[in-house]
């Protein structure tokens, strides 16, 4: 098992920056992917970024240059740096990992809301 617990959304006026903070926990040496997603009012959870325990990154093209993806190994945790933040970036973004044992876990969810 994984737990996920994400922080650090809010509201902020576009233009602007915030970071999402994941705590991971529990069978971490399973994990092969995190990753974060989200998901808009009406909208499919979408693929925002994820990295591969090698560091490998891959990011959605509405947010490449934009946001940055890291792992702090040491301290279990998992952020998204989000910069130049557009309304259309307005969601919630959810921290997932994949394990080993073909398991998706989620985290509770994190409300980032871009509005002047």
């Known amino acids: 098992q994984v737990q996920l617990v994400e922080s650090g959304g809010g509201l902020v006026q576009p233009g602007g920056s915030l970071r999402l903070s994941c705590a991971v926990s529990g069978s971490i040496f399973s994990i092969l992917l995190m990753g974060w997603y989200r998901q808009a009012p009406g909208n499919q959870r979408e693929l925002v970024a994820h990295s591969t325990s090698g560091a490998t990154t891959r990011y959605a093209d509405s947010v490449k240059g934009r946001f940055t993806i890291s792992r702090d190994n040491a301290k279990n945790m998992v952020y998204l740096q989000m910069n130049s933040l557009k309304p259309e970036d307005t969601a919630v973004y959810y921290c997932?990992?994949?394990?080993?044992?073909?398991?998706?876990?989620w985290g509770q969810g994190t409300q980032v809301t871009v509005s002047s």
């Open positions: 997932n990992a994949y394990s080993s044992t073909l398991m998706n876990y």
